[in-house]
T-cell receptor
Framework: EAQVTQNPRYLITVTGKKLTVTCSQN?????MSWYRQDPGLGLRQIYY???????DKGDVPEGYKVSRKEKRNFPLILESPSPNQTSLYFC?????????????FGSGTRLTVV | AQTVTQSQPEMSVQEAETVTLSCTYD???????LFWYKQPPSRQMILVIR??????QNATENRFSVNFQKAAKSFSLKISDSQLGDAAMYFC??????????????FGTGTLLAVQP
């Protein structure tokens, strides 16, 4: 089954404790992206990657890191989480290049930073 | 930069009735793609319908259809014969067609749809 697998589904952590949210896709997609969803703000892009070792900032990258060492994996790293990073996070993947493909989304990670 | 606006934070519809969710967008591009995504309480993002800007014909998927008005930059979603399972947050989204760094989906703020039995 074509899917984006994102873990964990729920995570509660304390301020300053480094964490990683994993994301993996099995569709051989070149393009992968992280979004955060906040009430009244919709989904905003954090980082994206167009291929292995090619990443770039989205609209709200502060406080986040990513890496793309393999095509299928695109982890999101919070080196020193703060309460304002409490949010719902989505990983997504897509075909790259011209065309209007929609995204395939992971099931989301609800992160709470206390 | 492109923007997407959903002016209805919440909507309600009676079961079996029809409801229309509004979406407007701003862009200087002539070609682009528009989407409606559904997010039920399970949080999963589900693609409902997709419209290509160069196609004048409105997209339709079973009970879901769109009213695409390119000149007005409007892209509304009509849900016919509403069912309890249609209750969800609905997001409108825009995407440039050129790929690369413009692959980003730009989302509106969402409309929460309640379906009353």
């Amino acid at each position: 089954e074509a899917q984006v697998t994102q873990n964990p589904r729920y995570l509660i952590t304390v301020t300053g404790k480094k964490l990683t949210v994993t994301c993996s896709q099995n569709m051989n997609h070149e393009y992968m992206s992280w979004y955060r969803q906040d009430p009244g703000l919709g989904l905003r892009q954090i980082y994206y990657s167009m291929n292995v070792e090619v990443t770039d900032k989205g609209d709200v990258p502060e406080g986040y890191k990513v890496s793309r060492k393999e095509k299928r994996n695109f982890p999101l790293i919070l080196e020193s989480p703060s309460p304002n990073q409490t949010s719902l996070y989505f990983c997504a993947s897509s075909q790259n290049g011209q065309g209007g493909w929609g995204y395939t989304f992971g099931s989301g990670t609800r992160l709470t930073v206390v | 930069a492109q923007t997407v606006t959903q002016s209805q934070p919440e909507m309600s519809v009676q079961e079996a009735e029809t409801v229309t969710l509004s979406c407007t967008y701003d862009t200087s591009e002539s070609d682009y793609y528009l989407f409606w995504y559904k997010q039920p309480p399970s949080r999963q993002m589900i693609l409902v319908i997709r419209q290509e800007a160069y196609k004048q014909q409105n997209a339709t998927e079973n009970r879901f259809s769109v009213n695409f008005q390119k000149a007005a930059k409007s892209f509304s979603l009509k849900i016919s014969d509403s069912q309890l399972g249609d209750a969800a947050m609905y997001f409108c989204a825009y995407r440039s067609p050129y790929g690369g760094a413009t692959n980003k989906l730009i989302f509106g703020t969402g409309t929460l749809l309640a379906v009353q039995p």
